[in-house]
C-alpha cells in the first residue's frame, strides 16, 4: 500500500516553506518515527517523520523546493517488510603482520664521511624550511565563502528590523541580589527533582516574579493594535531559545497559572524541540511578554529588542559576584544585572521602571511556599 508523504500544516500566518533536506533516499527502509525530511519556514525547522514503516519509494521534491501544506513530496510502500535491526557492522581484520629478518649488512655502522653527513642536514633543513613556508602560505590564504541566508535566518532579521522601525524602544535597567533565589534552590532542588522529576532552574523564578509584575503593571503585557491597545487577562511567556538555525521564542502558554514544576518541565519540553528540530507552529503562537537569558554566554549587559507586537521583554544576564551595601556594611553578593525594553508608545518610564522593581523586589523575596514542596 502506498502512503502518501505530506507537508504538515505551517500556521495560520504561513503559506510556504523550504525541503530542506531528505534524510533518507529512494528505497531506504524506514521505521515508524523515522526522520524523512526536513522543512524550514520563516519561524521554525520542523522534522517529517513517518507513521509507519516501509520503503520510500519514491521523492517527488527534491530538496531546495518551495513546498506548501498538504503537498505531497514522497510515497511510502507499507505493503513491503522491513528489518527493524540495523545491518551489523563489519569490523576489518588486520592482516598478519610477518616478521622481516634484518640483513647483516643492514646492522653495520654507517661508512658515511663527515661531509655526506654534513651534505643529507643541509637538504633536510632547507626541506623543512620548504614546509613550514608553505604551511604558513596555507594558513593566510585570503577567501570568501558565500553562503545564502536560511528562510528563518531572513525572517528573525525582518522580525528585529520591524521591531526597530515600528516601535518606540526604550531600556531601563536595575540589578538584583540573587543571594535569596540561589539559596532557595540550593535548598529546595533534591526534593524538587524528587517530587517533580525536573531540575529546579532560574527561569522559573522570573516567570514567576514577571507574572506578578505583570499583574501591578498590565499594559508590560498588552499590545497596540493600530489604534486602540490589546489588554490580556493571562499572559503568555516566550522564552528565547537559541538553535543552531537562529533564535526562536517558543511560548509558555498560561504562564501565570503555572507552578514551579509546570514552568521548568514546559521550558525544557520546549527548549528539547526548539534544538532537535521538533517545534510545532502552535509552540511558537501568541505570546504577549518575552524572557531572555543571554547570561548563559557570559552576557554581562544588553539590550534586547522587542519580539513585536509584544511591548516589552525581559533580559536576563550573568552572575556576578559584587560588593554591596547591605545594613552600611559592604558585602559580597551575587548580582544580575536585568534590562527591560519595551515600547514607549504604551508603556511609561515610570510604567517600566516600576514592573522590573517589582521583579527585583520578587526575586529578592521569595518564599518557600511557591515552590509547593
Known sequence: MDIEIKVPSLGESESEATLVSWLKSEGD????????????????????TAFEEGVLKSILKEADSMVEPGEVIGV?????????KPAPKTVAKEPKKTPVKQSKAATKPDAKTEAQQKAKTVVEKVKAQAVIATESDAMHERTVERVPMSRLR??????????????????????????????MRNHHKDAFMDKYGAK????????KACVYAASKYPAINAYIDG??????????????????????????????????????????????????????????????????NGGVFGSMLSTPILNTPQSAILGMHTIQKRVVVENDQMV???????????DHRLIDGKEAVGFLVAVKEALEGFGGVLLDV
Request: charge should be negative.
Open 29 to 48: 527502509e524506514v521505521l515508524v518515527d523515522d526522520v524523512l525530511a526536513e522543512i524550514e519556514s520563516d519561524k521554525i525547522t520542523m522534522e517529517i
Open 200 to 207: 529546579l532552574g532560574f527561569m522559573s523564578f522570573f516567570v
Open 227 to 292: 489604534e486602540d491597545v490589546l489588554y490580556h487577562n493571562y499572559m503568555d511567556v516566550g522564552v528565547a531559545v537559541s538553535t543552531k538555525n537562529g533564535l526562536v521564542v517558543p511560548v509558555l502558554k498560561d504562564a501565570g497559572l503555572m507552578s514551579f514544576s509546570e514552568i521548568e518541565q514546559g521550558i525544557v519540553s520546549l527548549a528539547t524541540k526548539a534544538r532537535e528540530g521538533g517545534l510545532m507552529p502552535d509552540d511558537l503562537k501568541g505570546g504577549t511578554f518575552s524572557i531572555t
Open 332 to 342: 559580597i553578593r551575587p548580582m544580575m544585572y536585568l534590562a527591560l525594553s519595551y
Open 154 to 183: 531572513k525572517r528573525i532579521a525582518t522580525r528585529l528590523k520591524e521591531a526597530q522601525n515600528t516601535a518606540a524602544m526604550l531600556t531601563t535597567f536595575n540589578e538584583v541580589n540573587m543571594q535569596y533565589v540561589m539559596d
Open 76 to 84: 511510502l510502500d507499507t505493503s513491503v517488510k522491513v528489518s527493524a
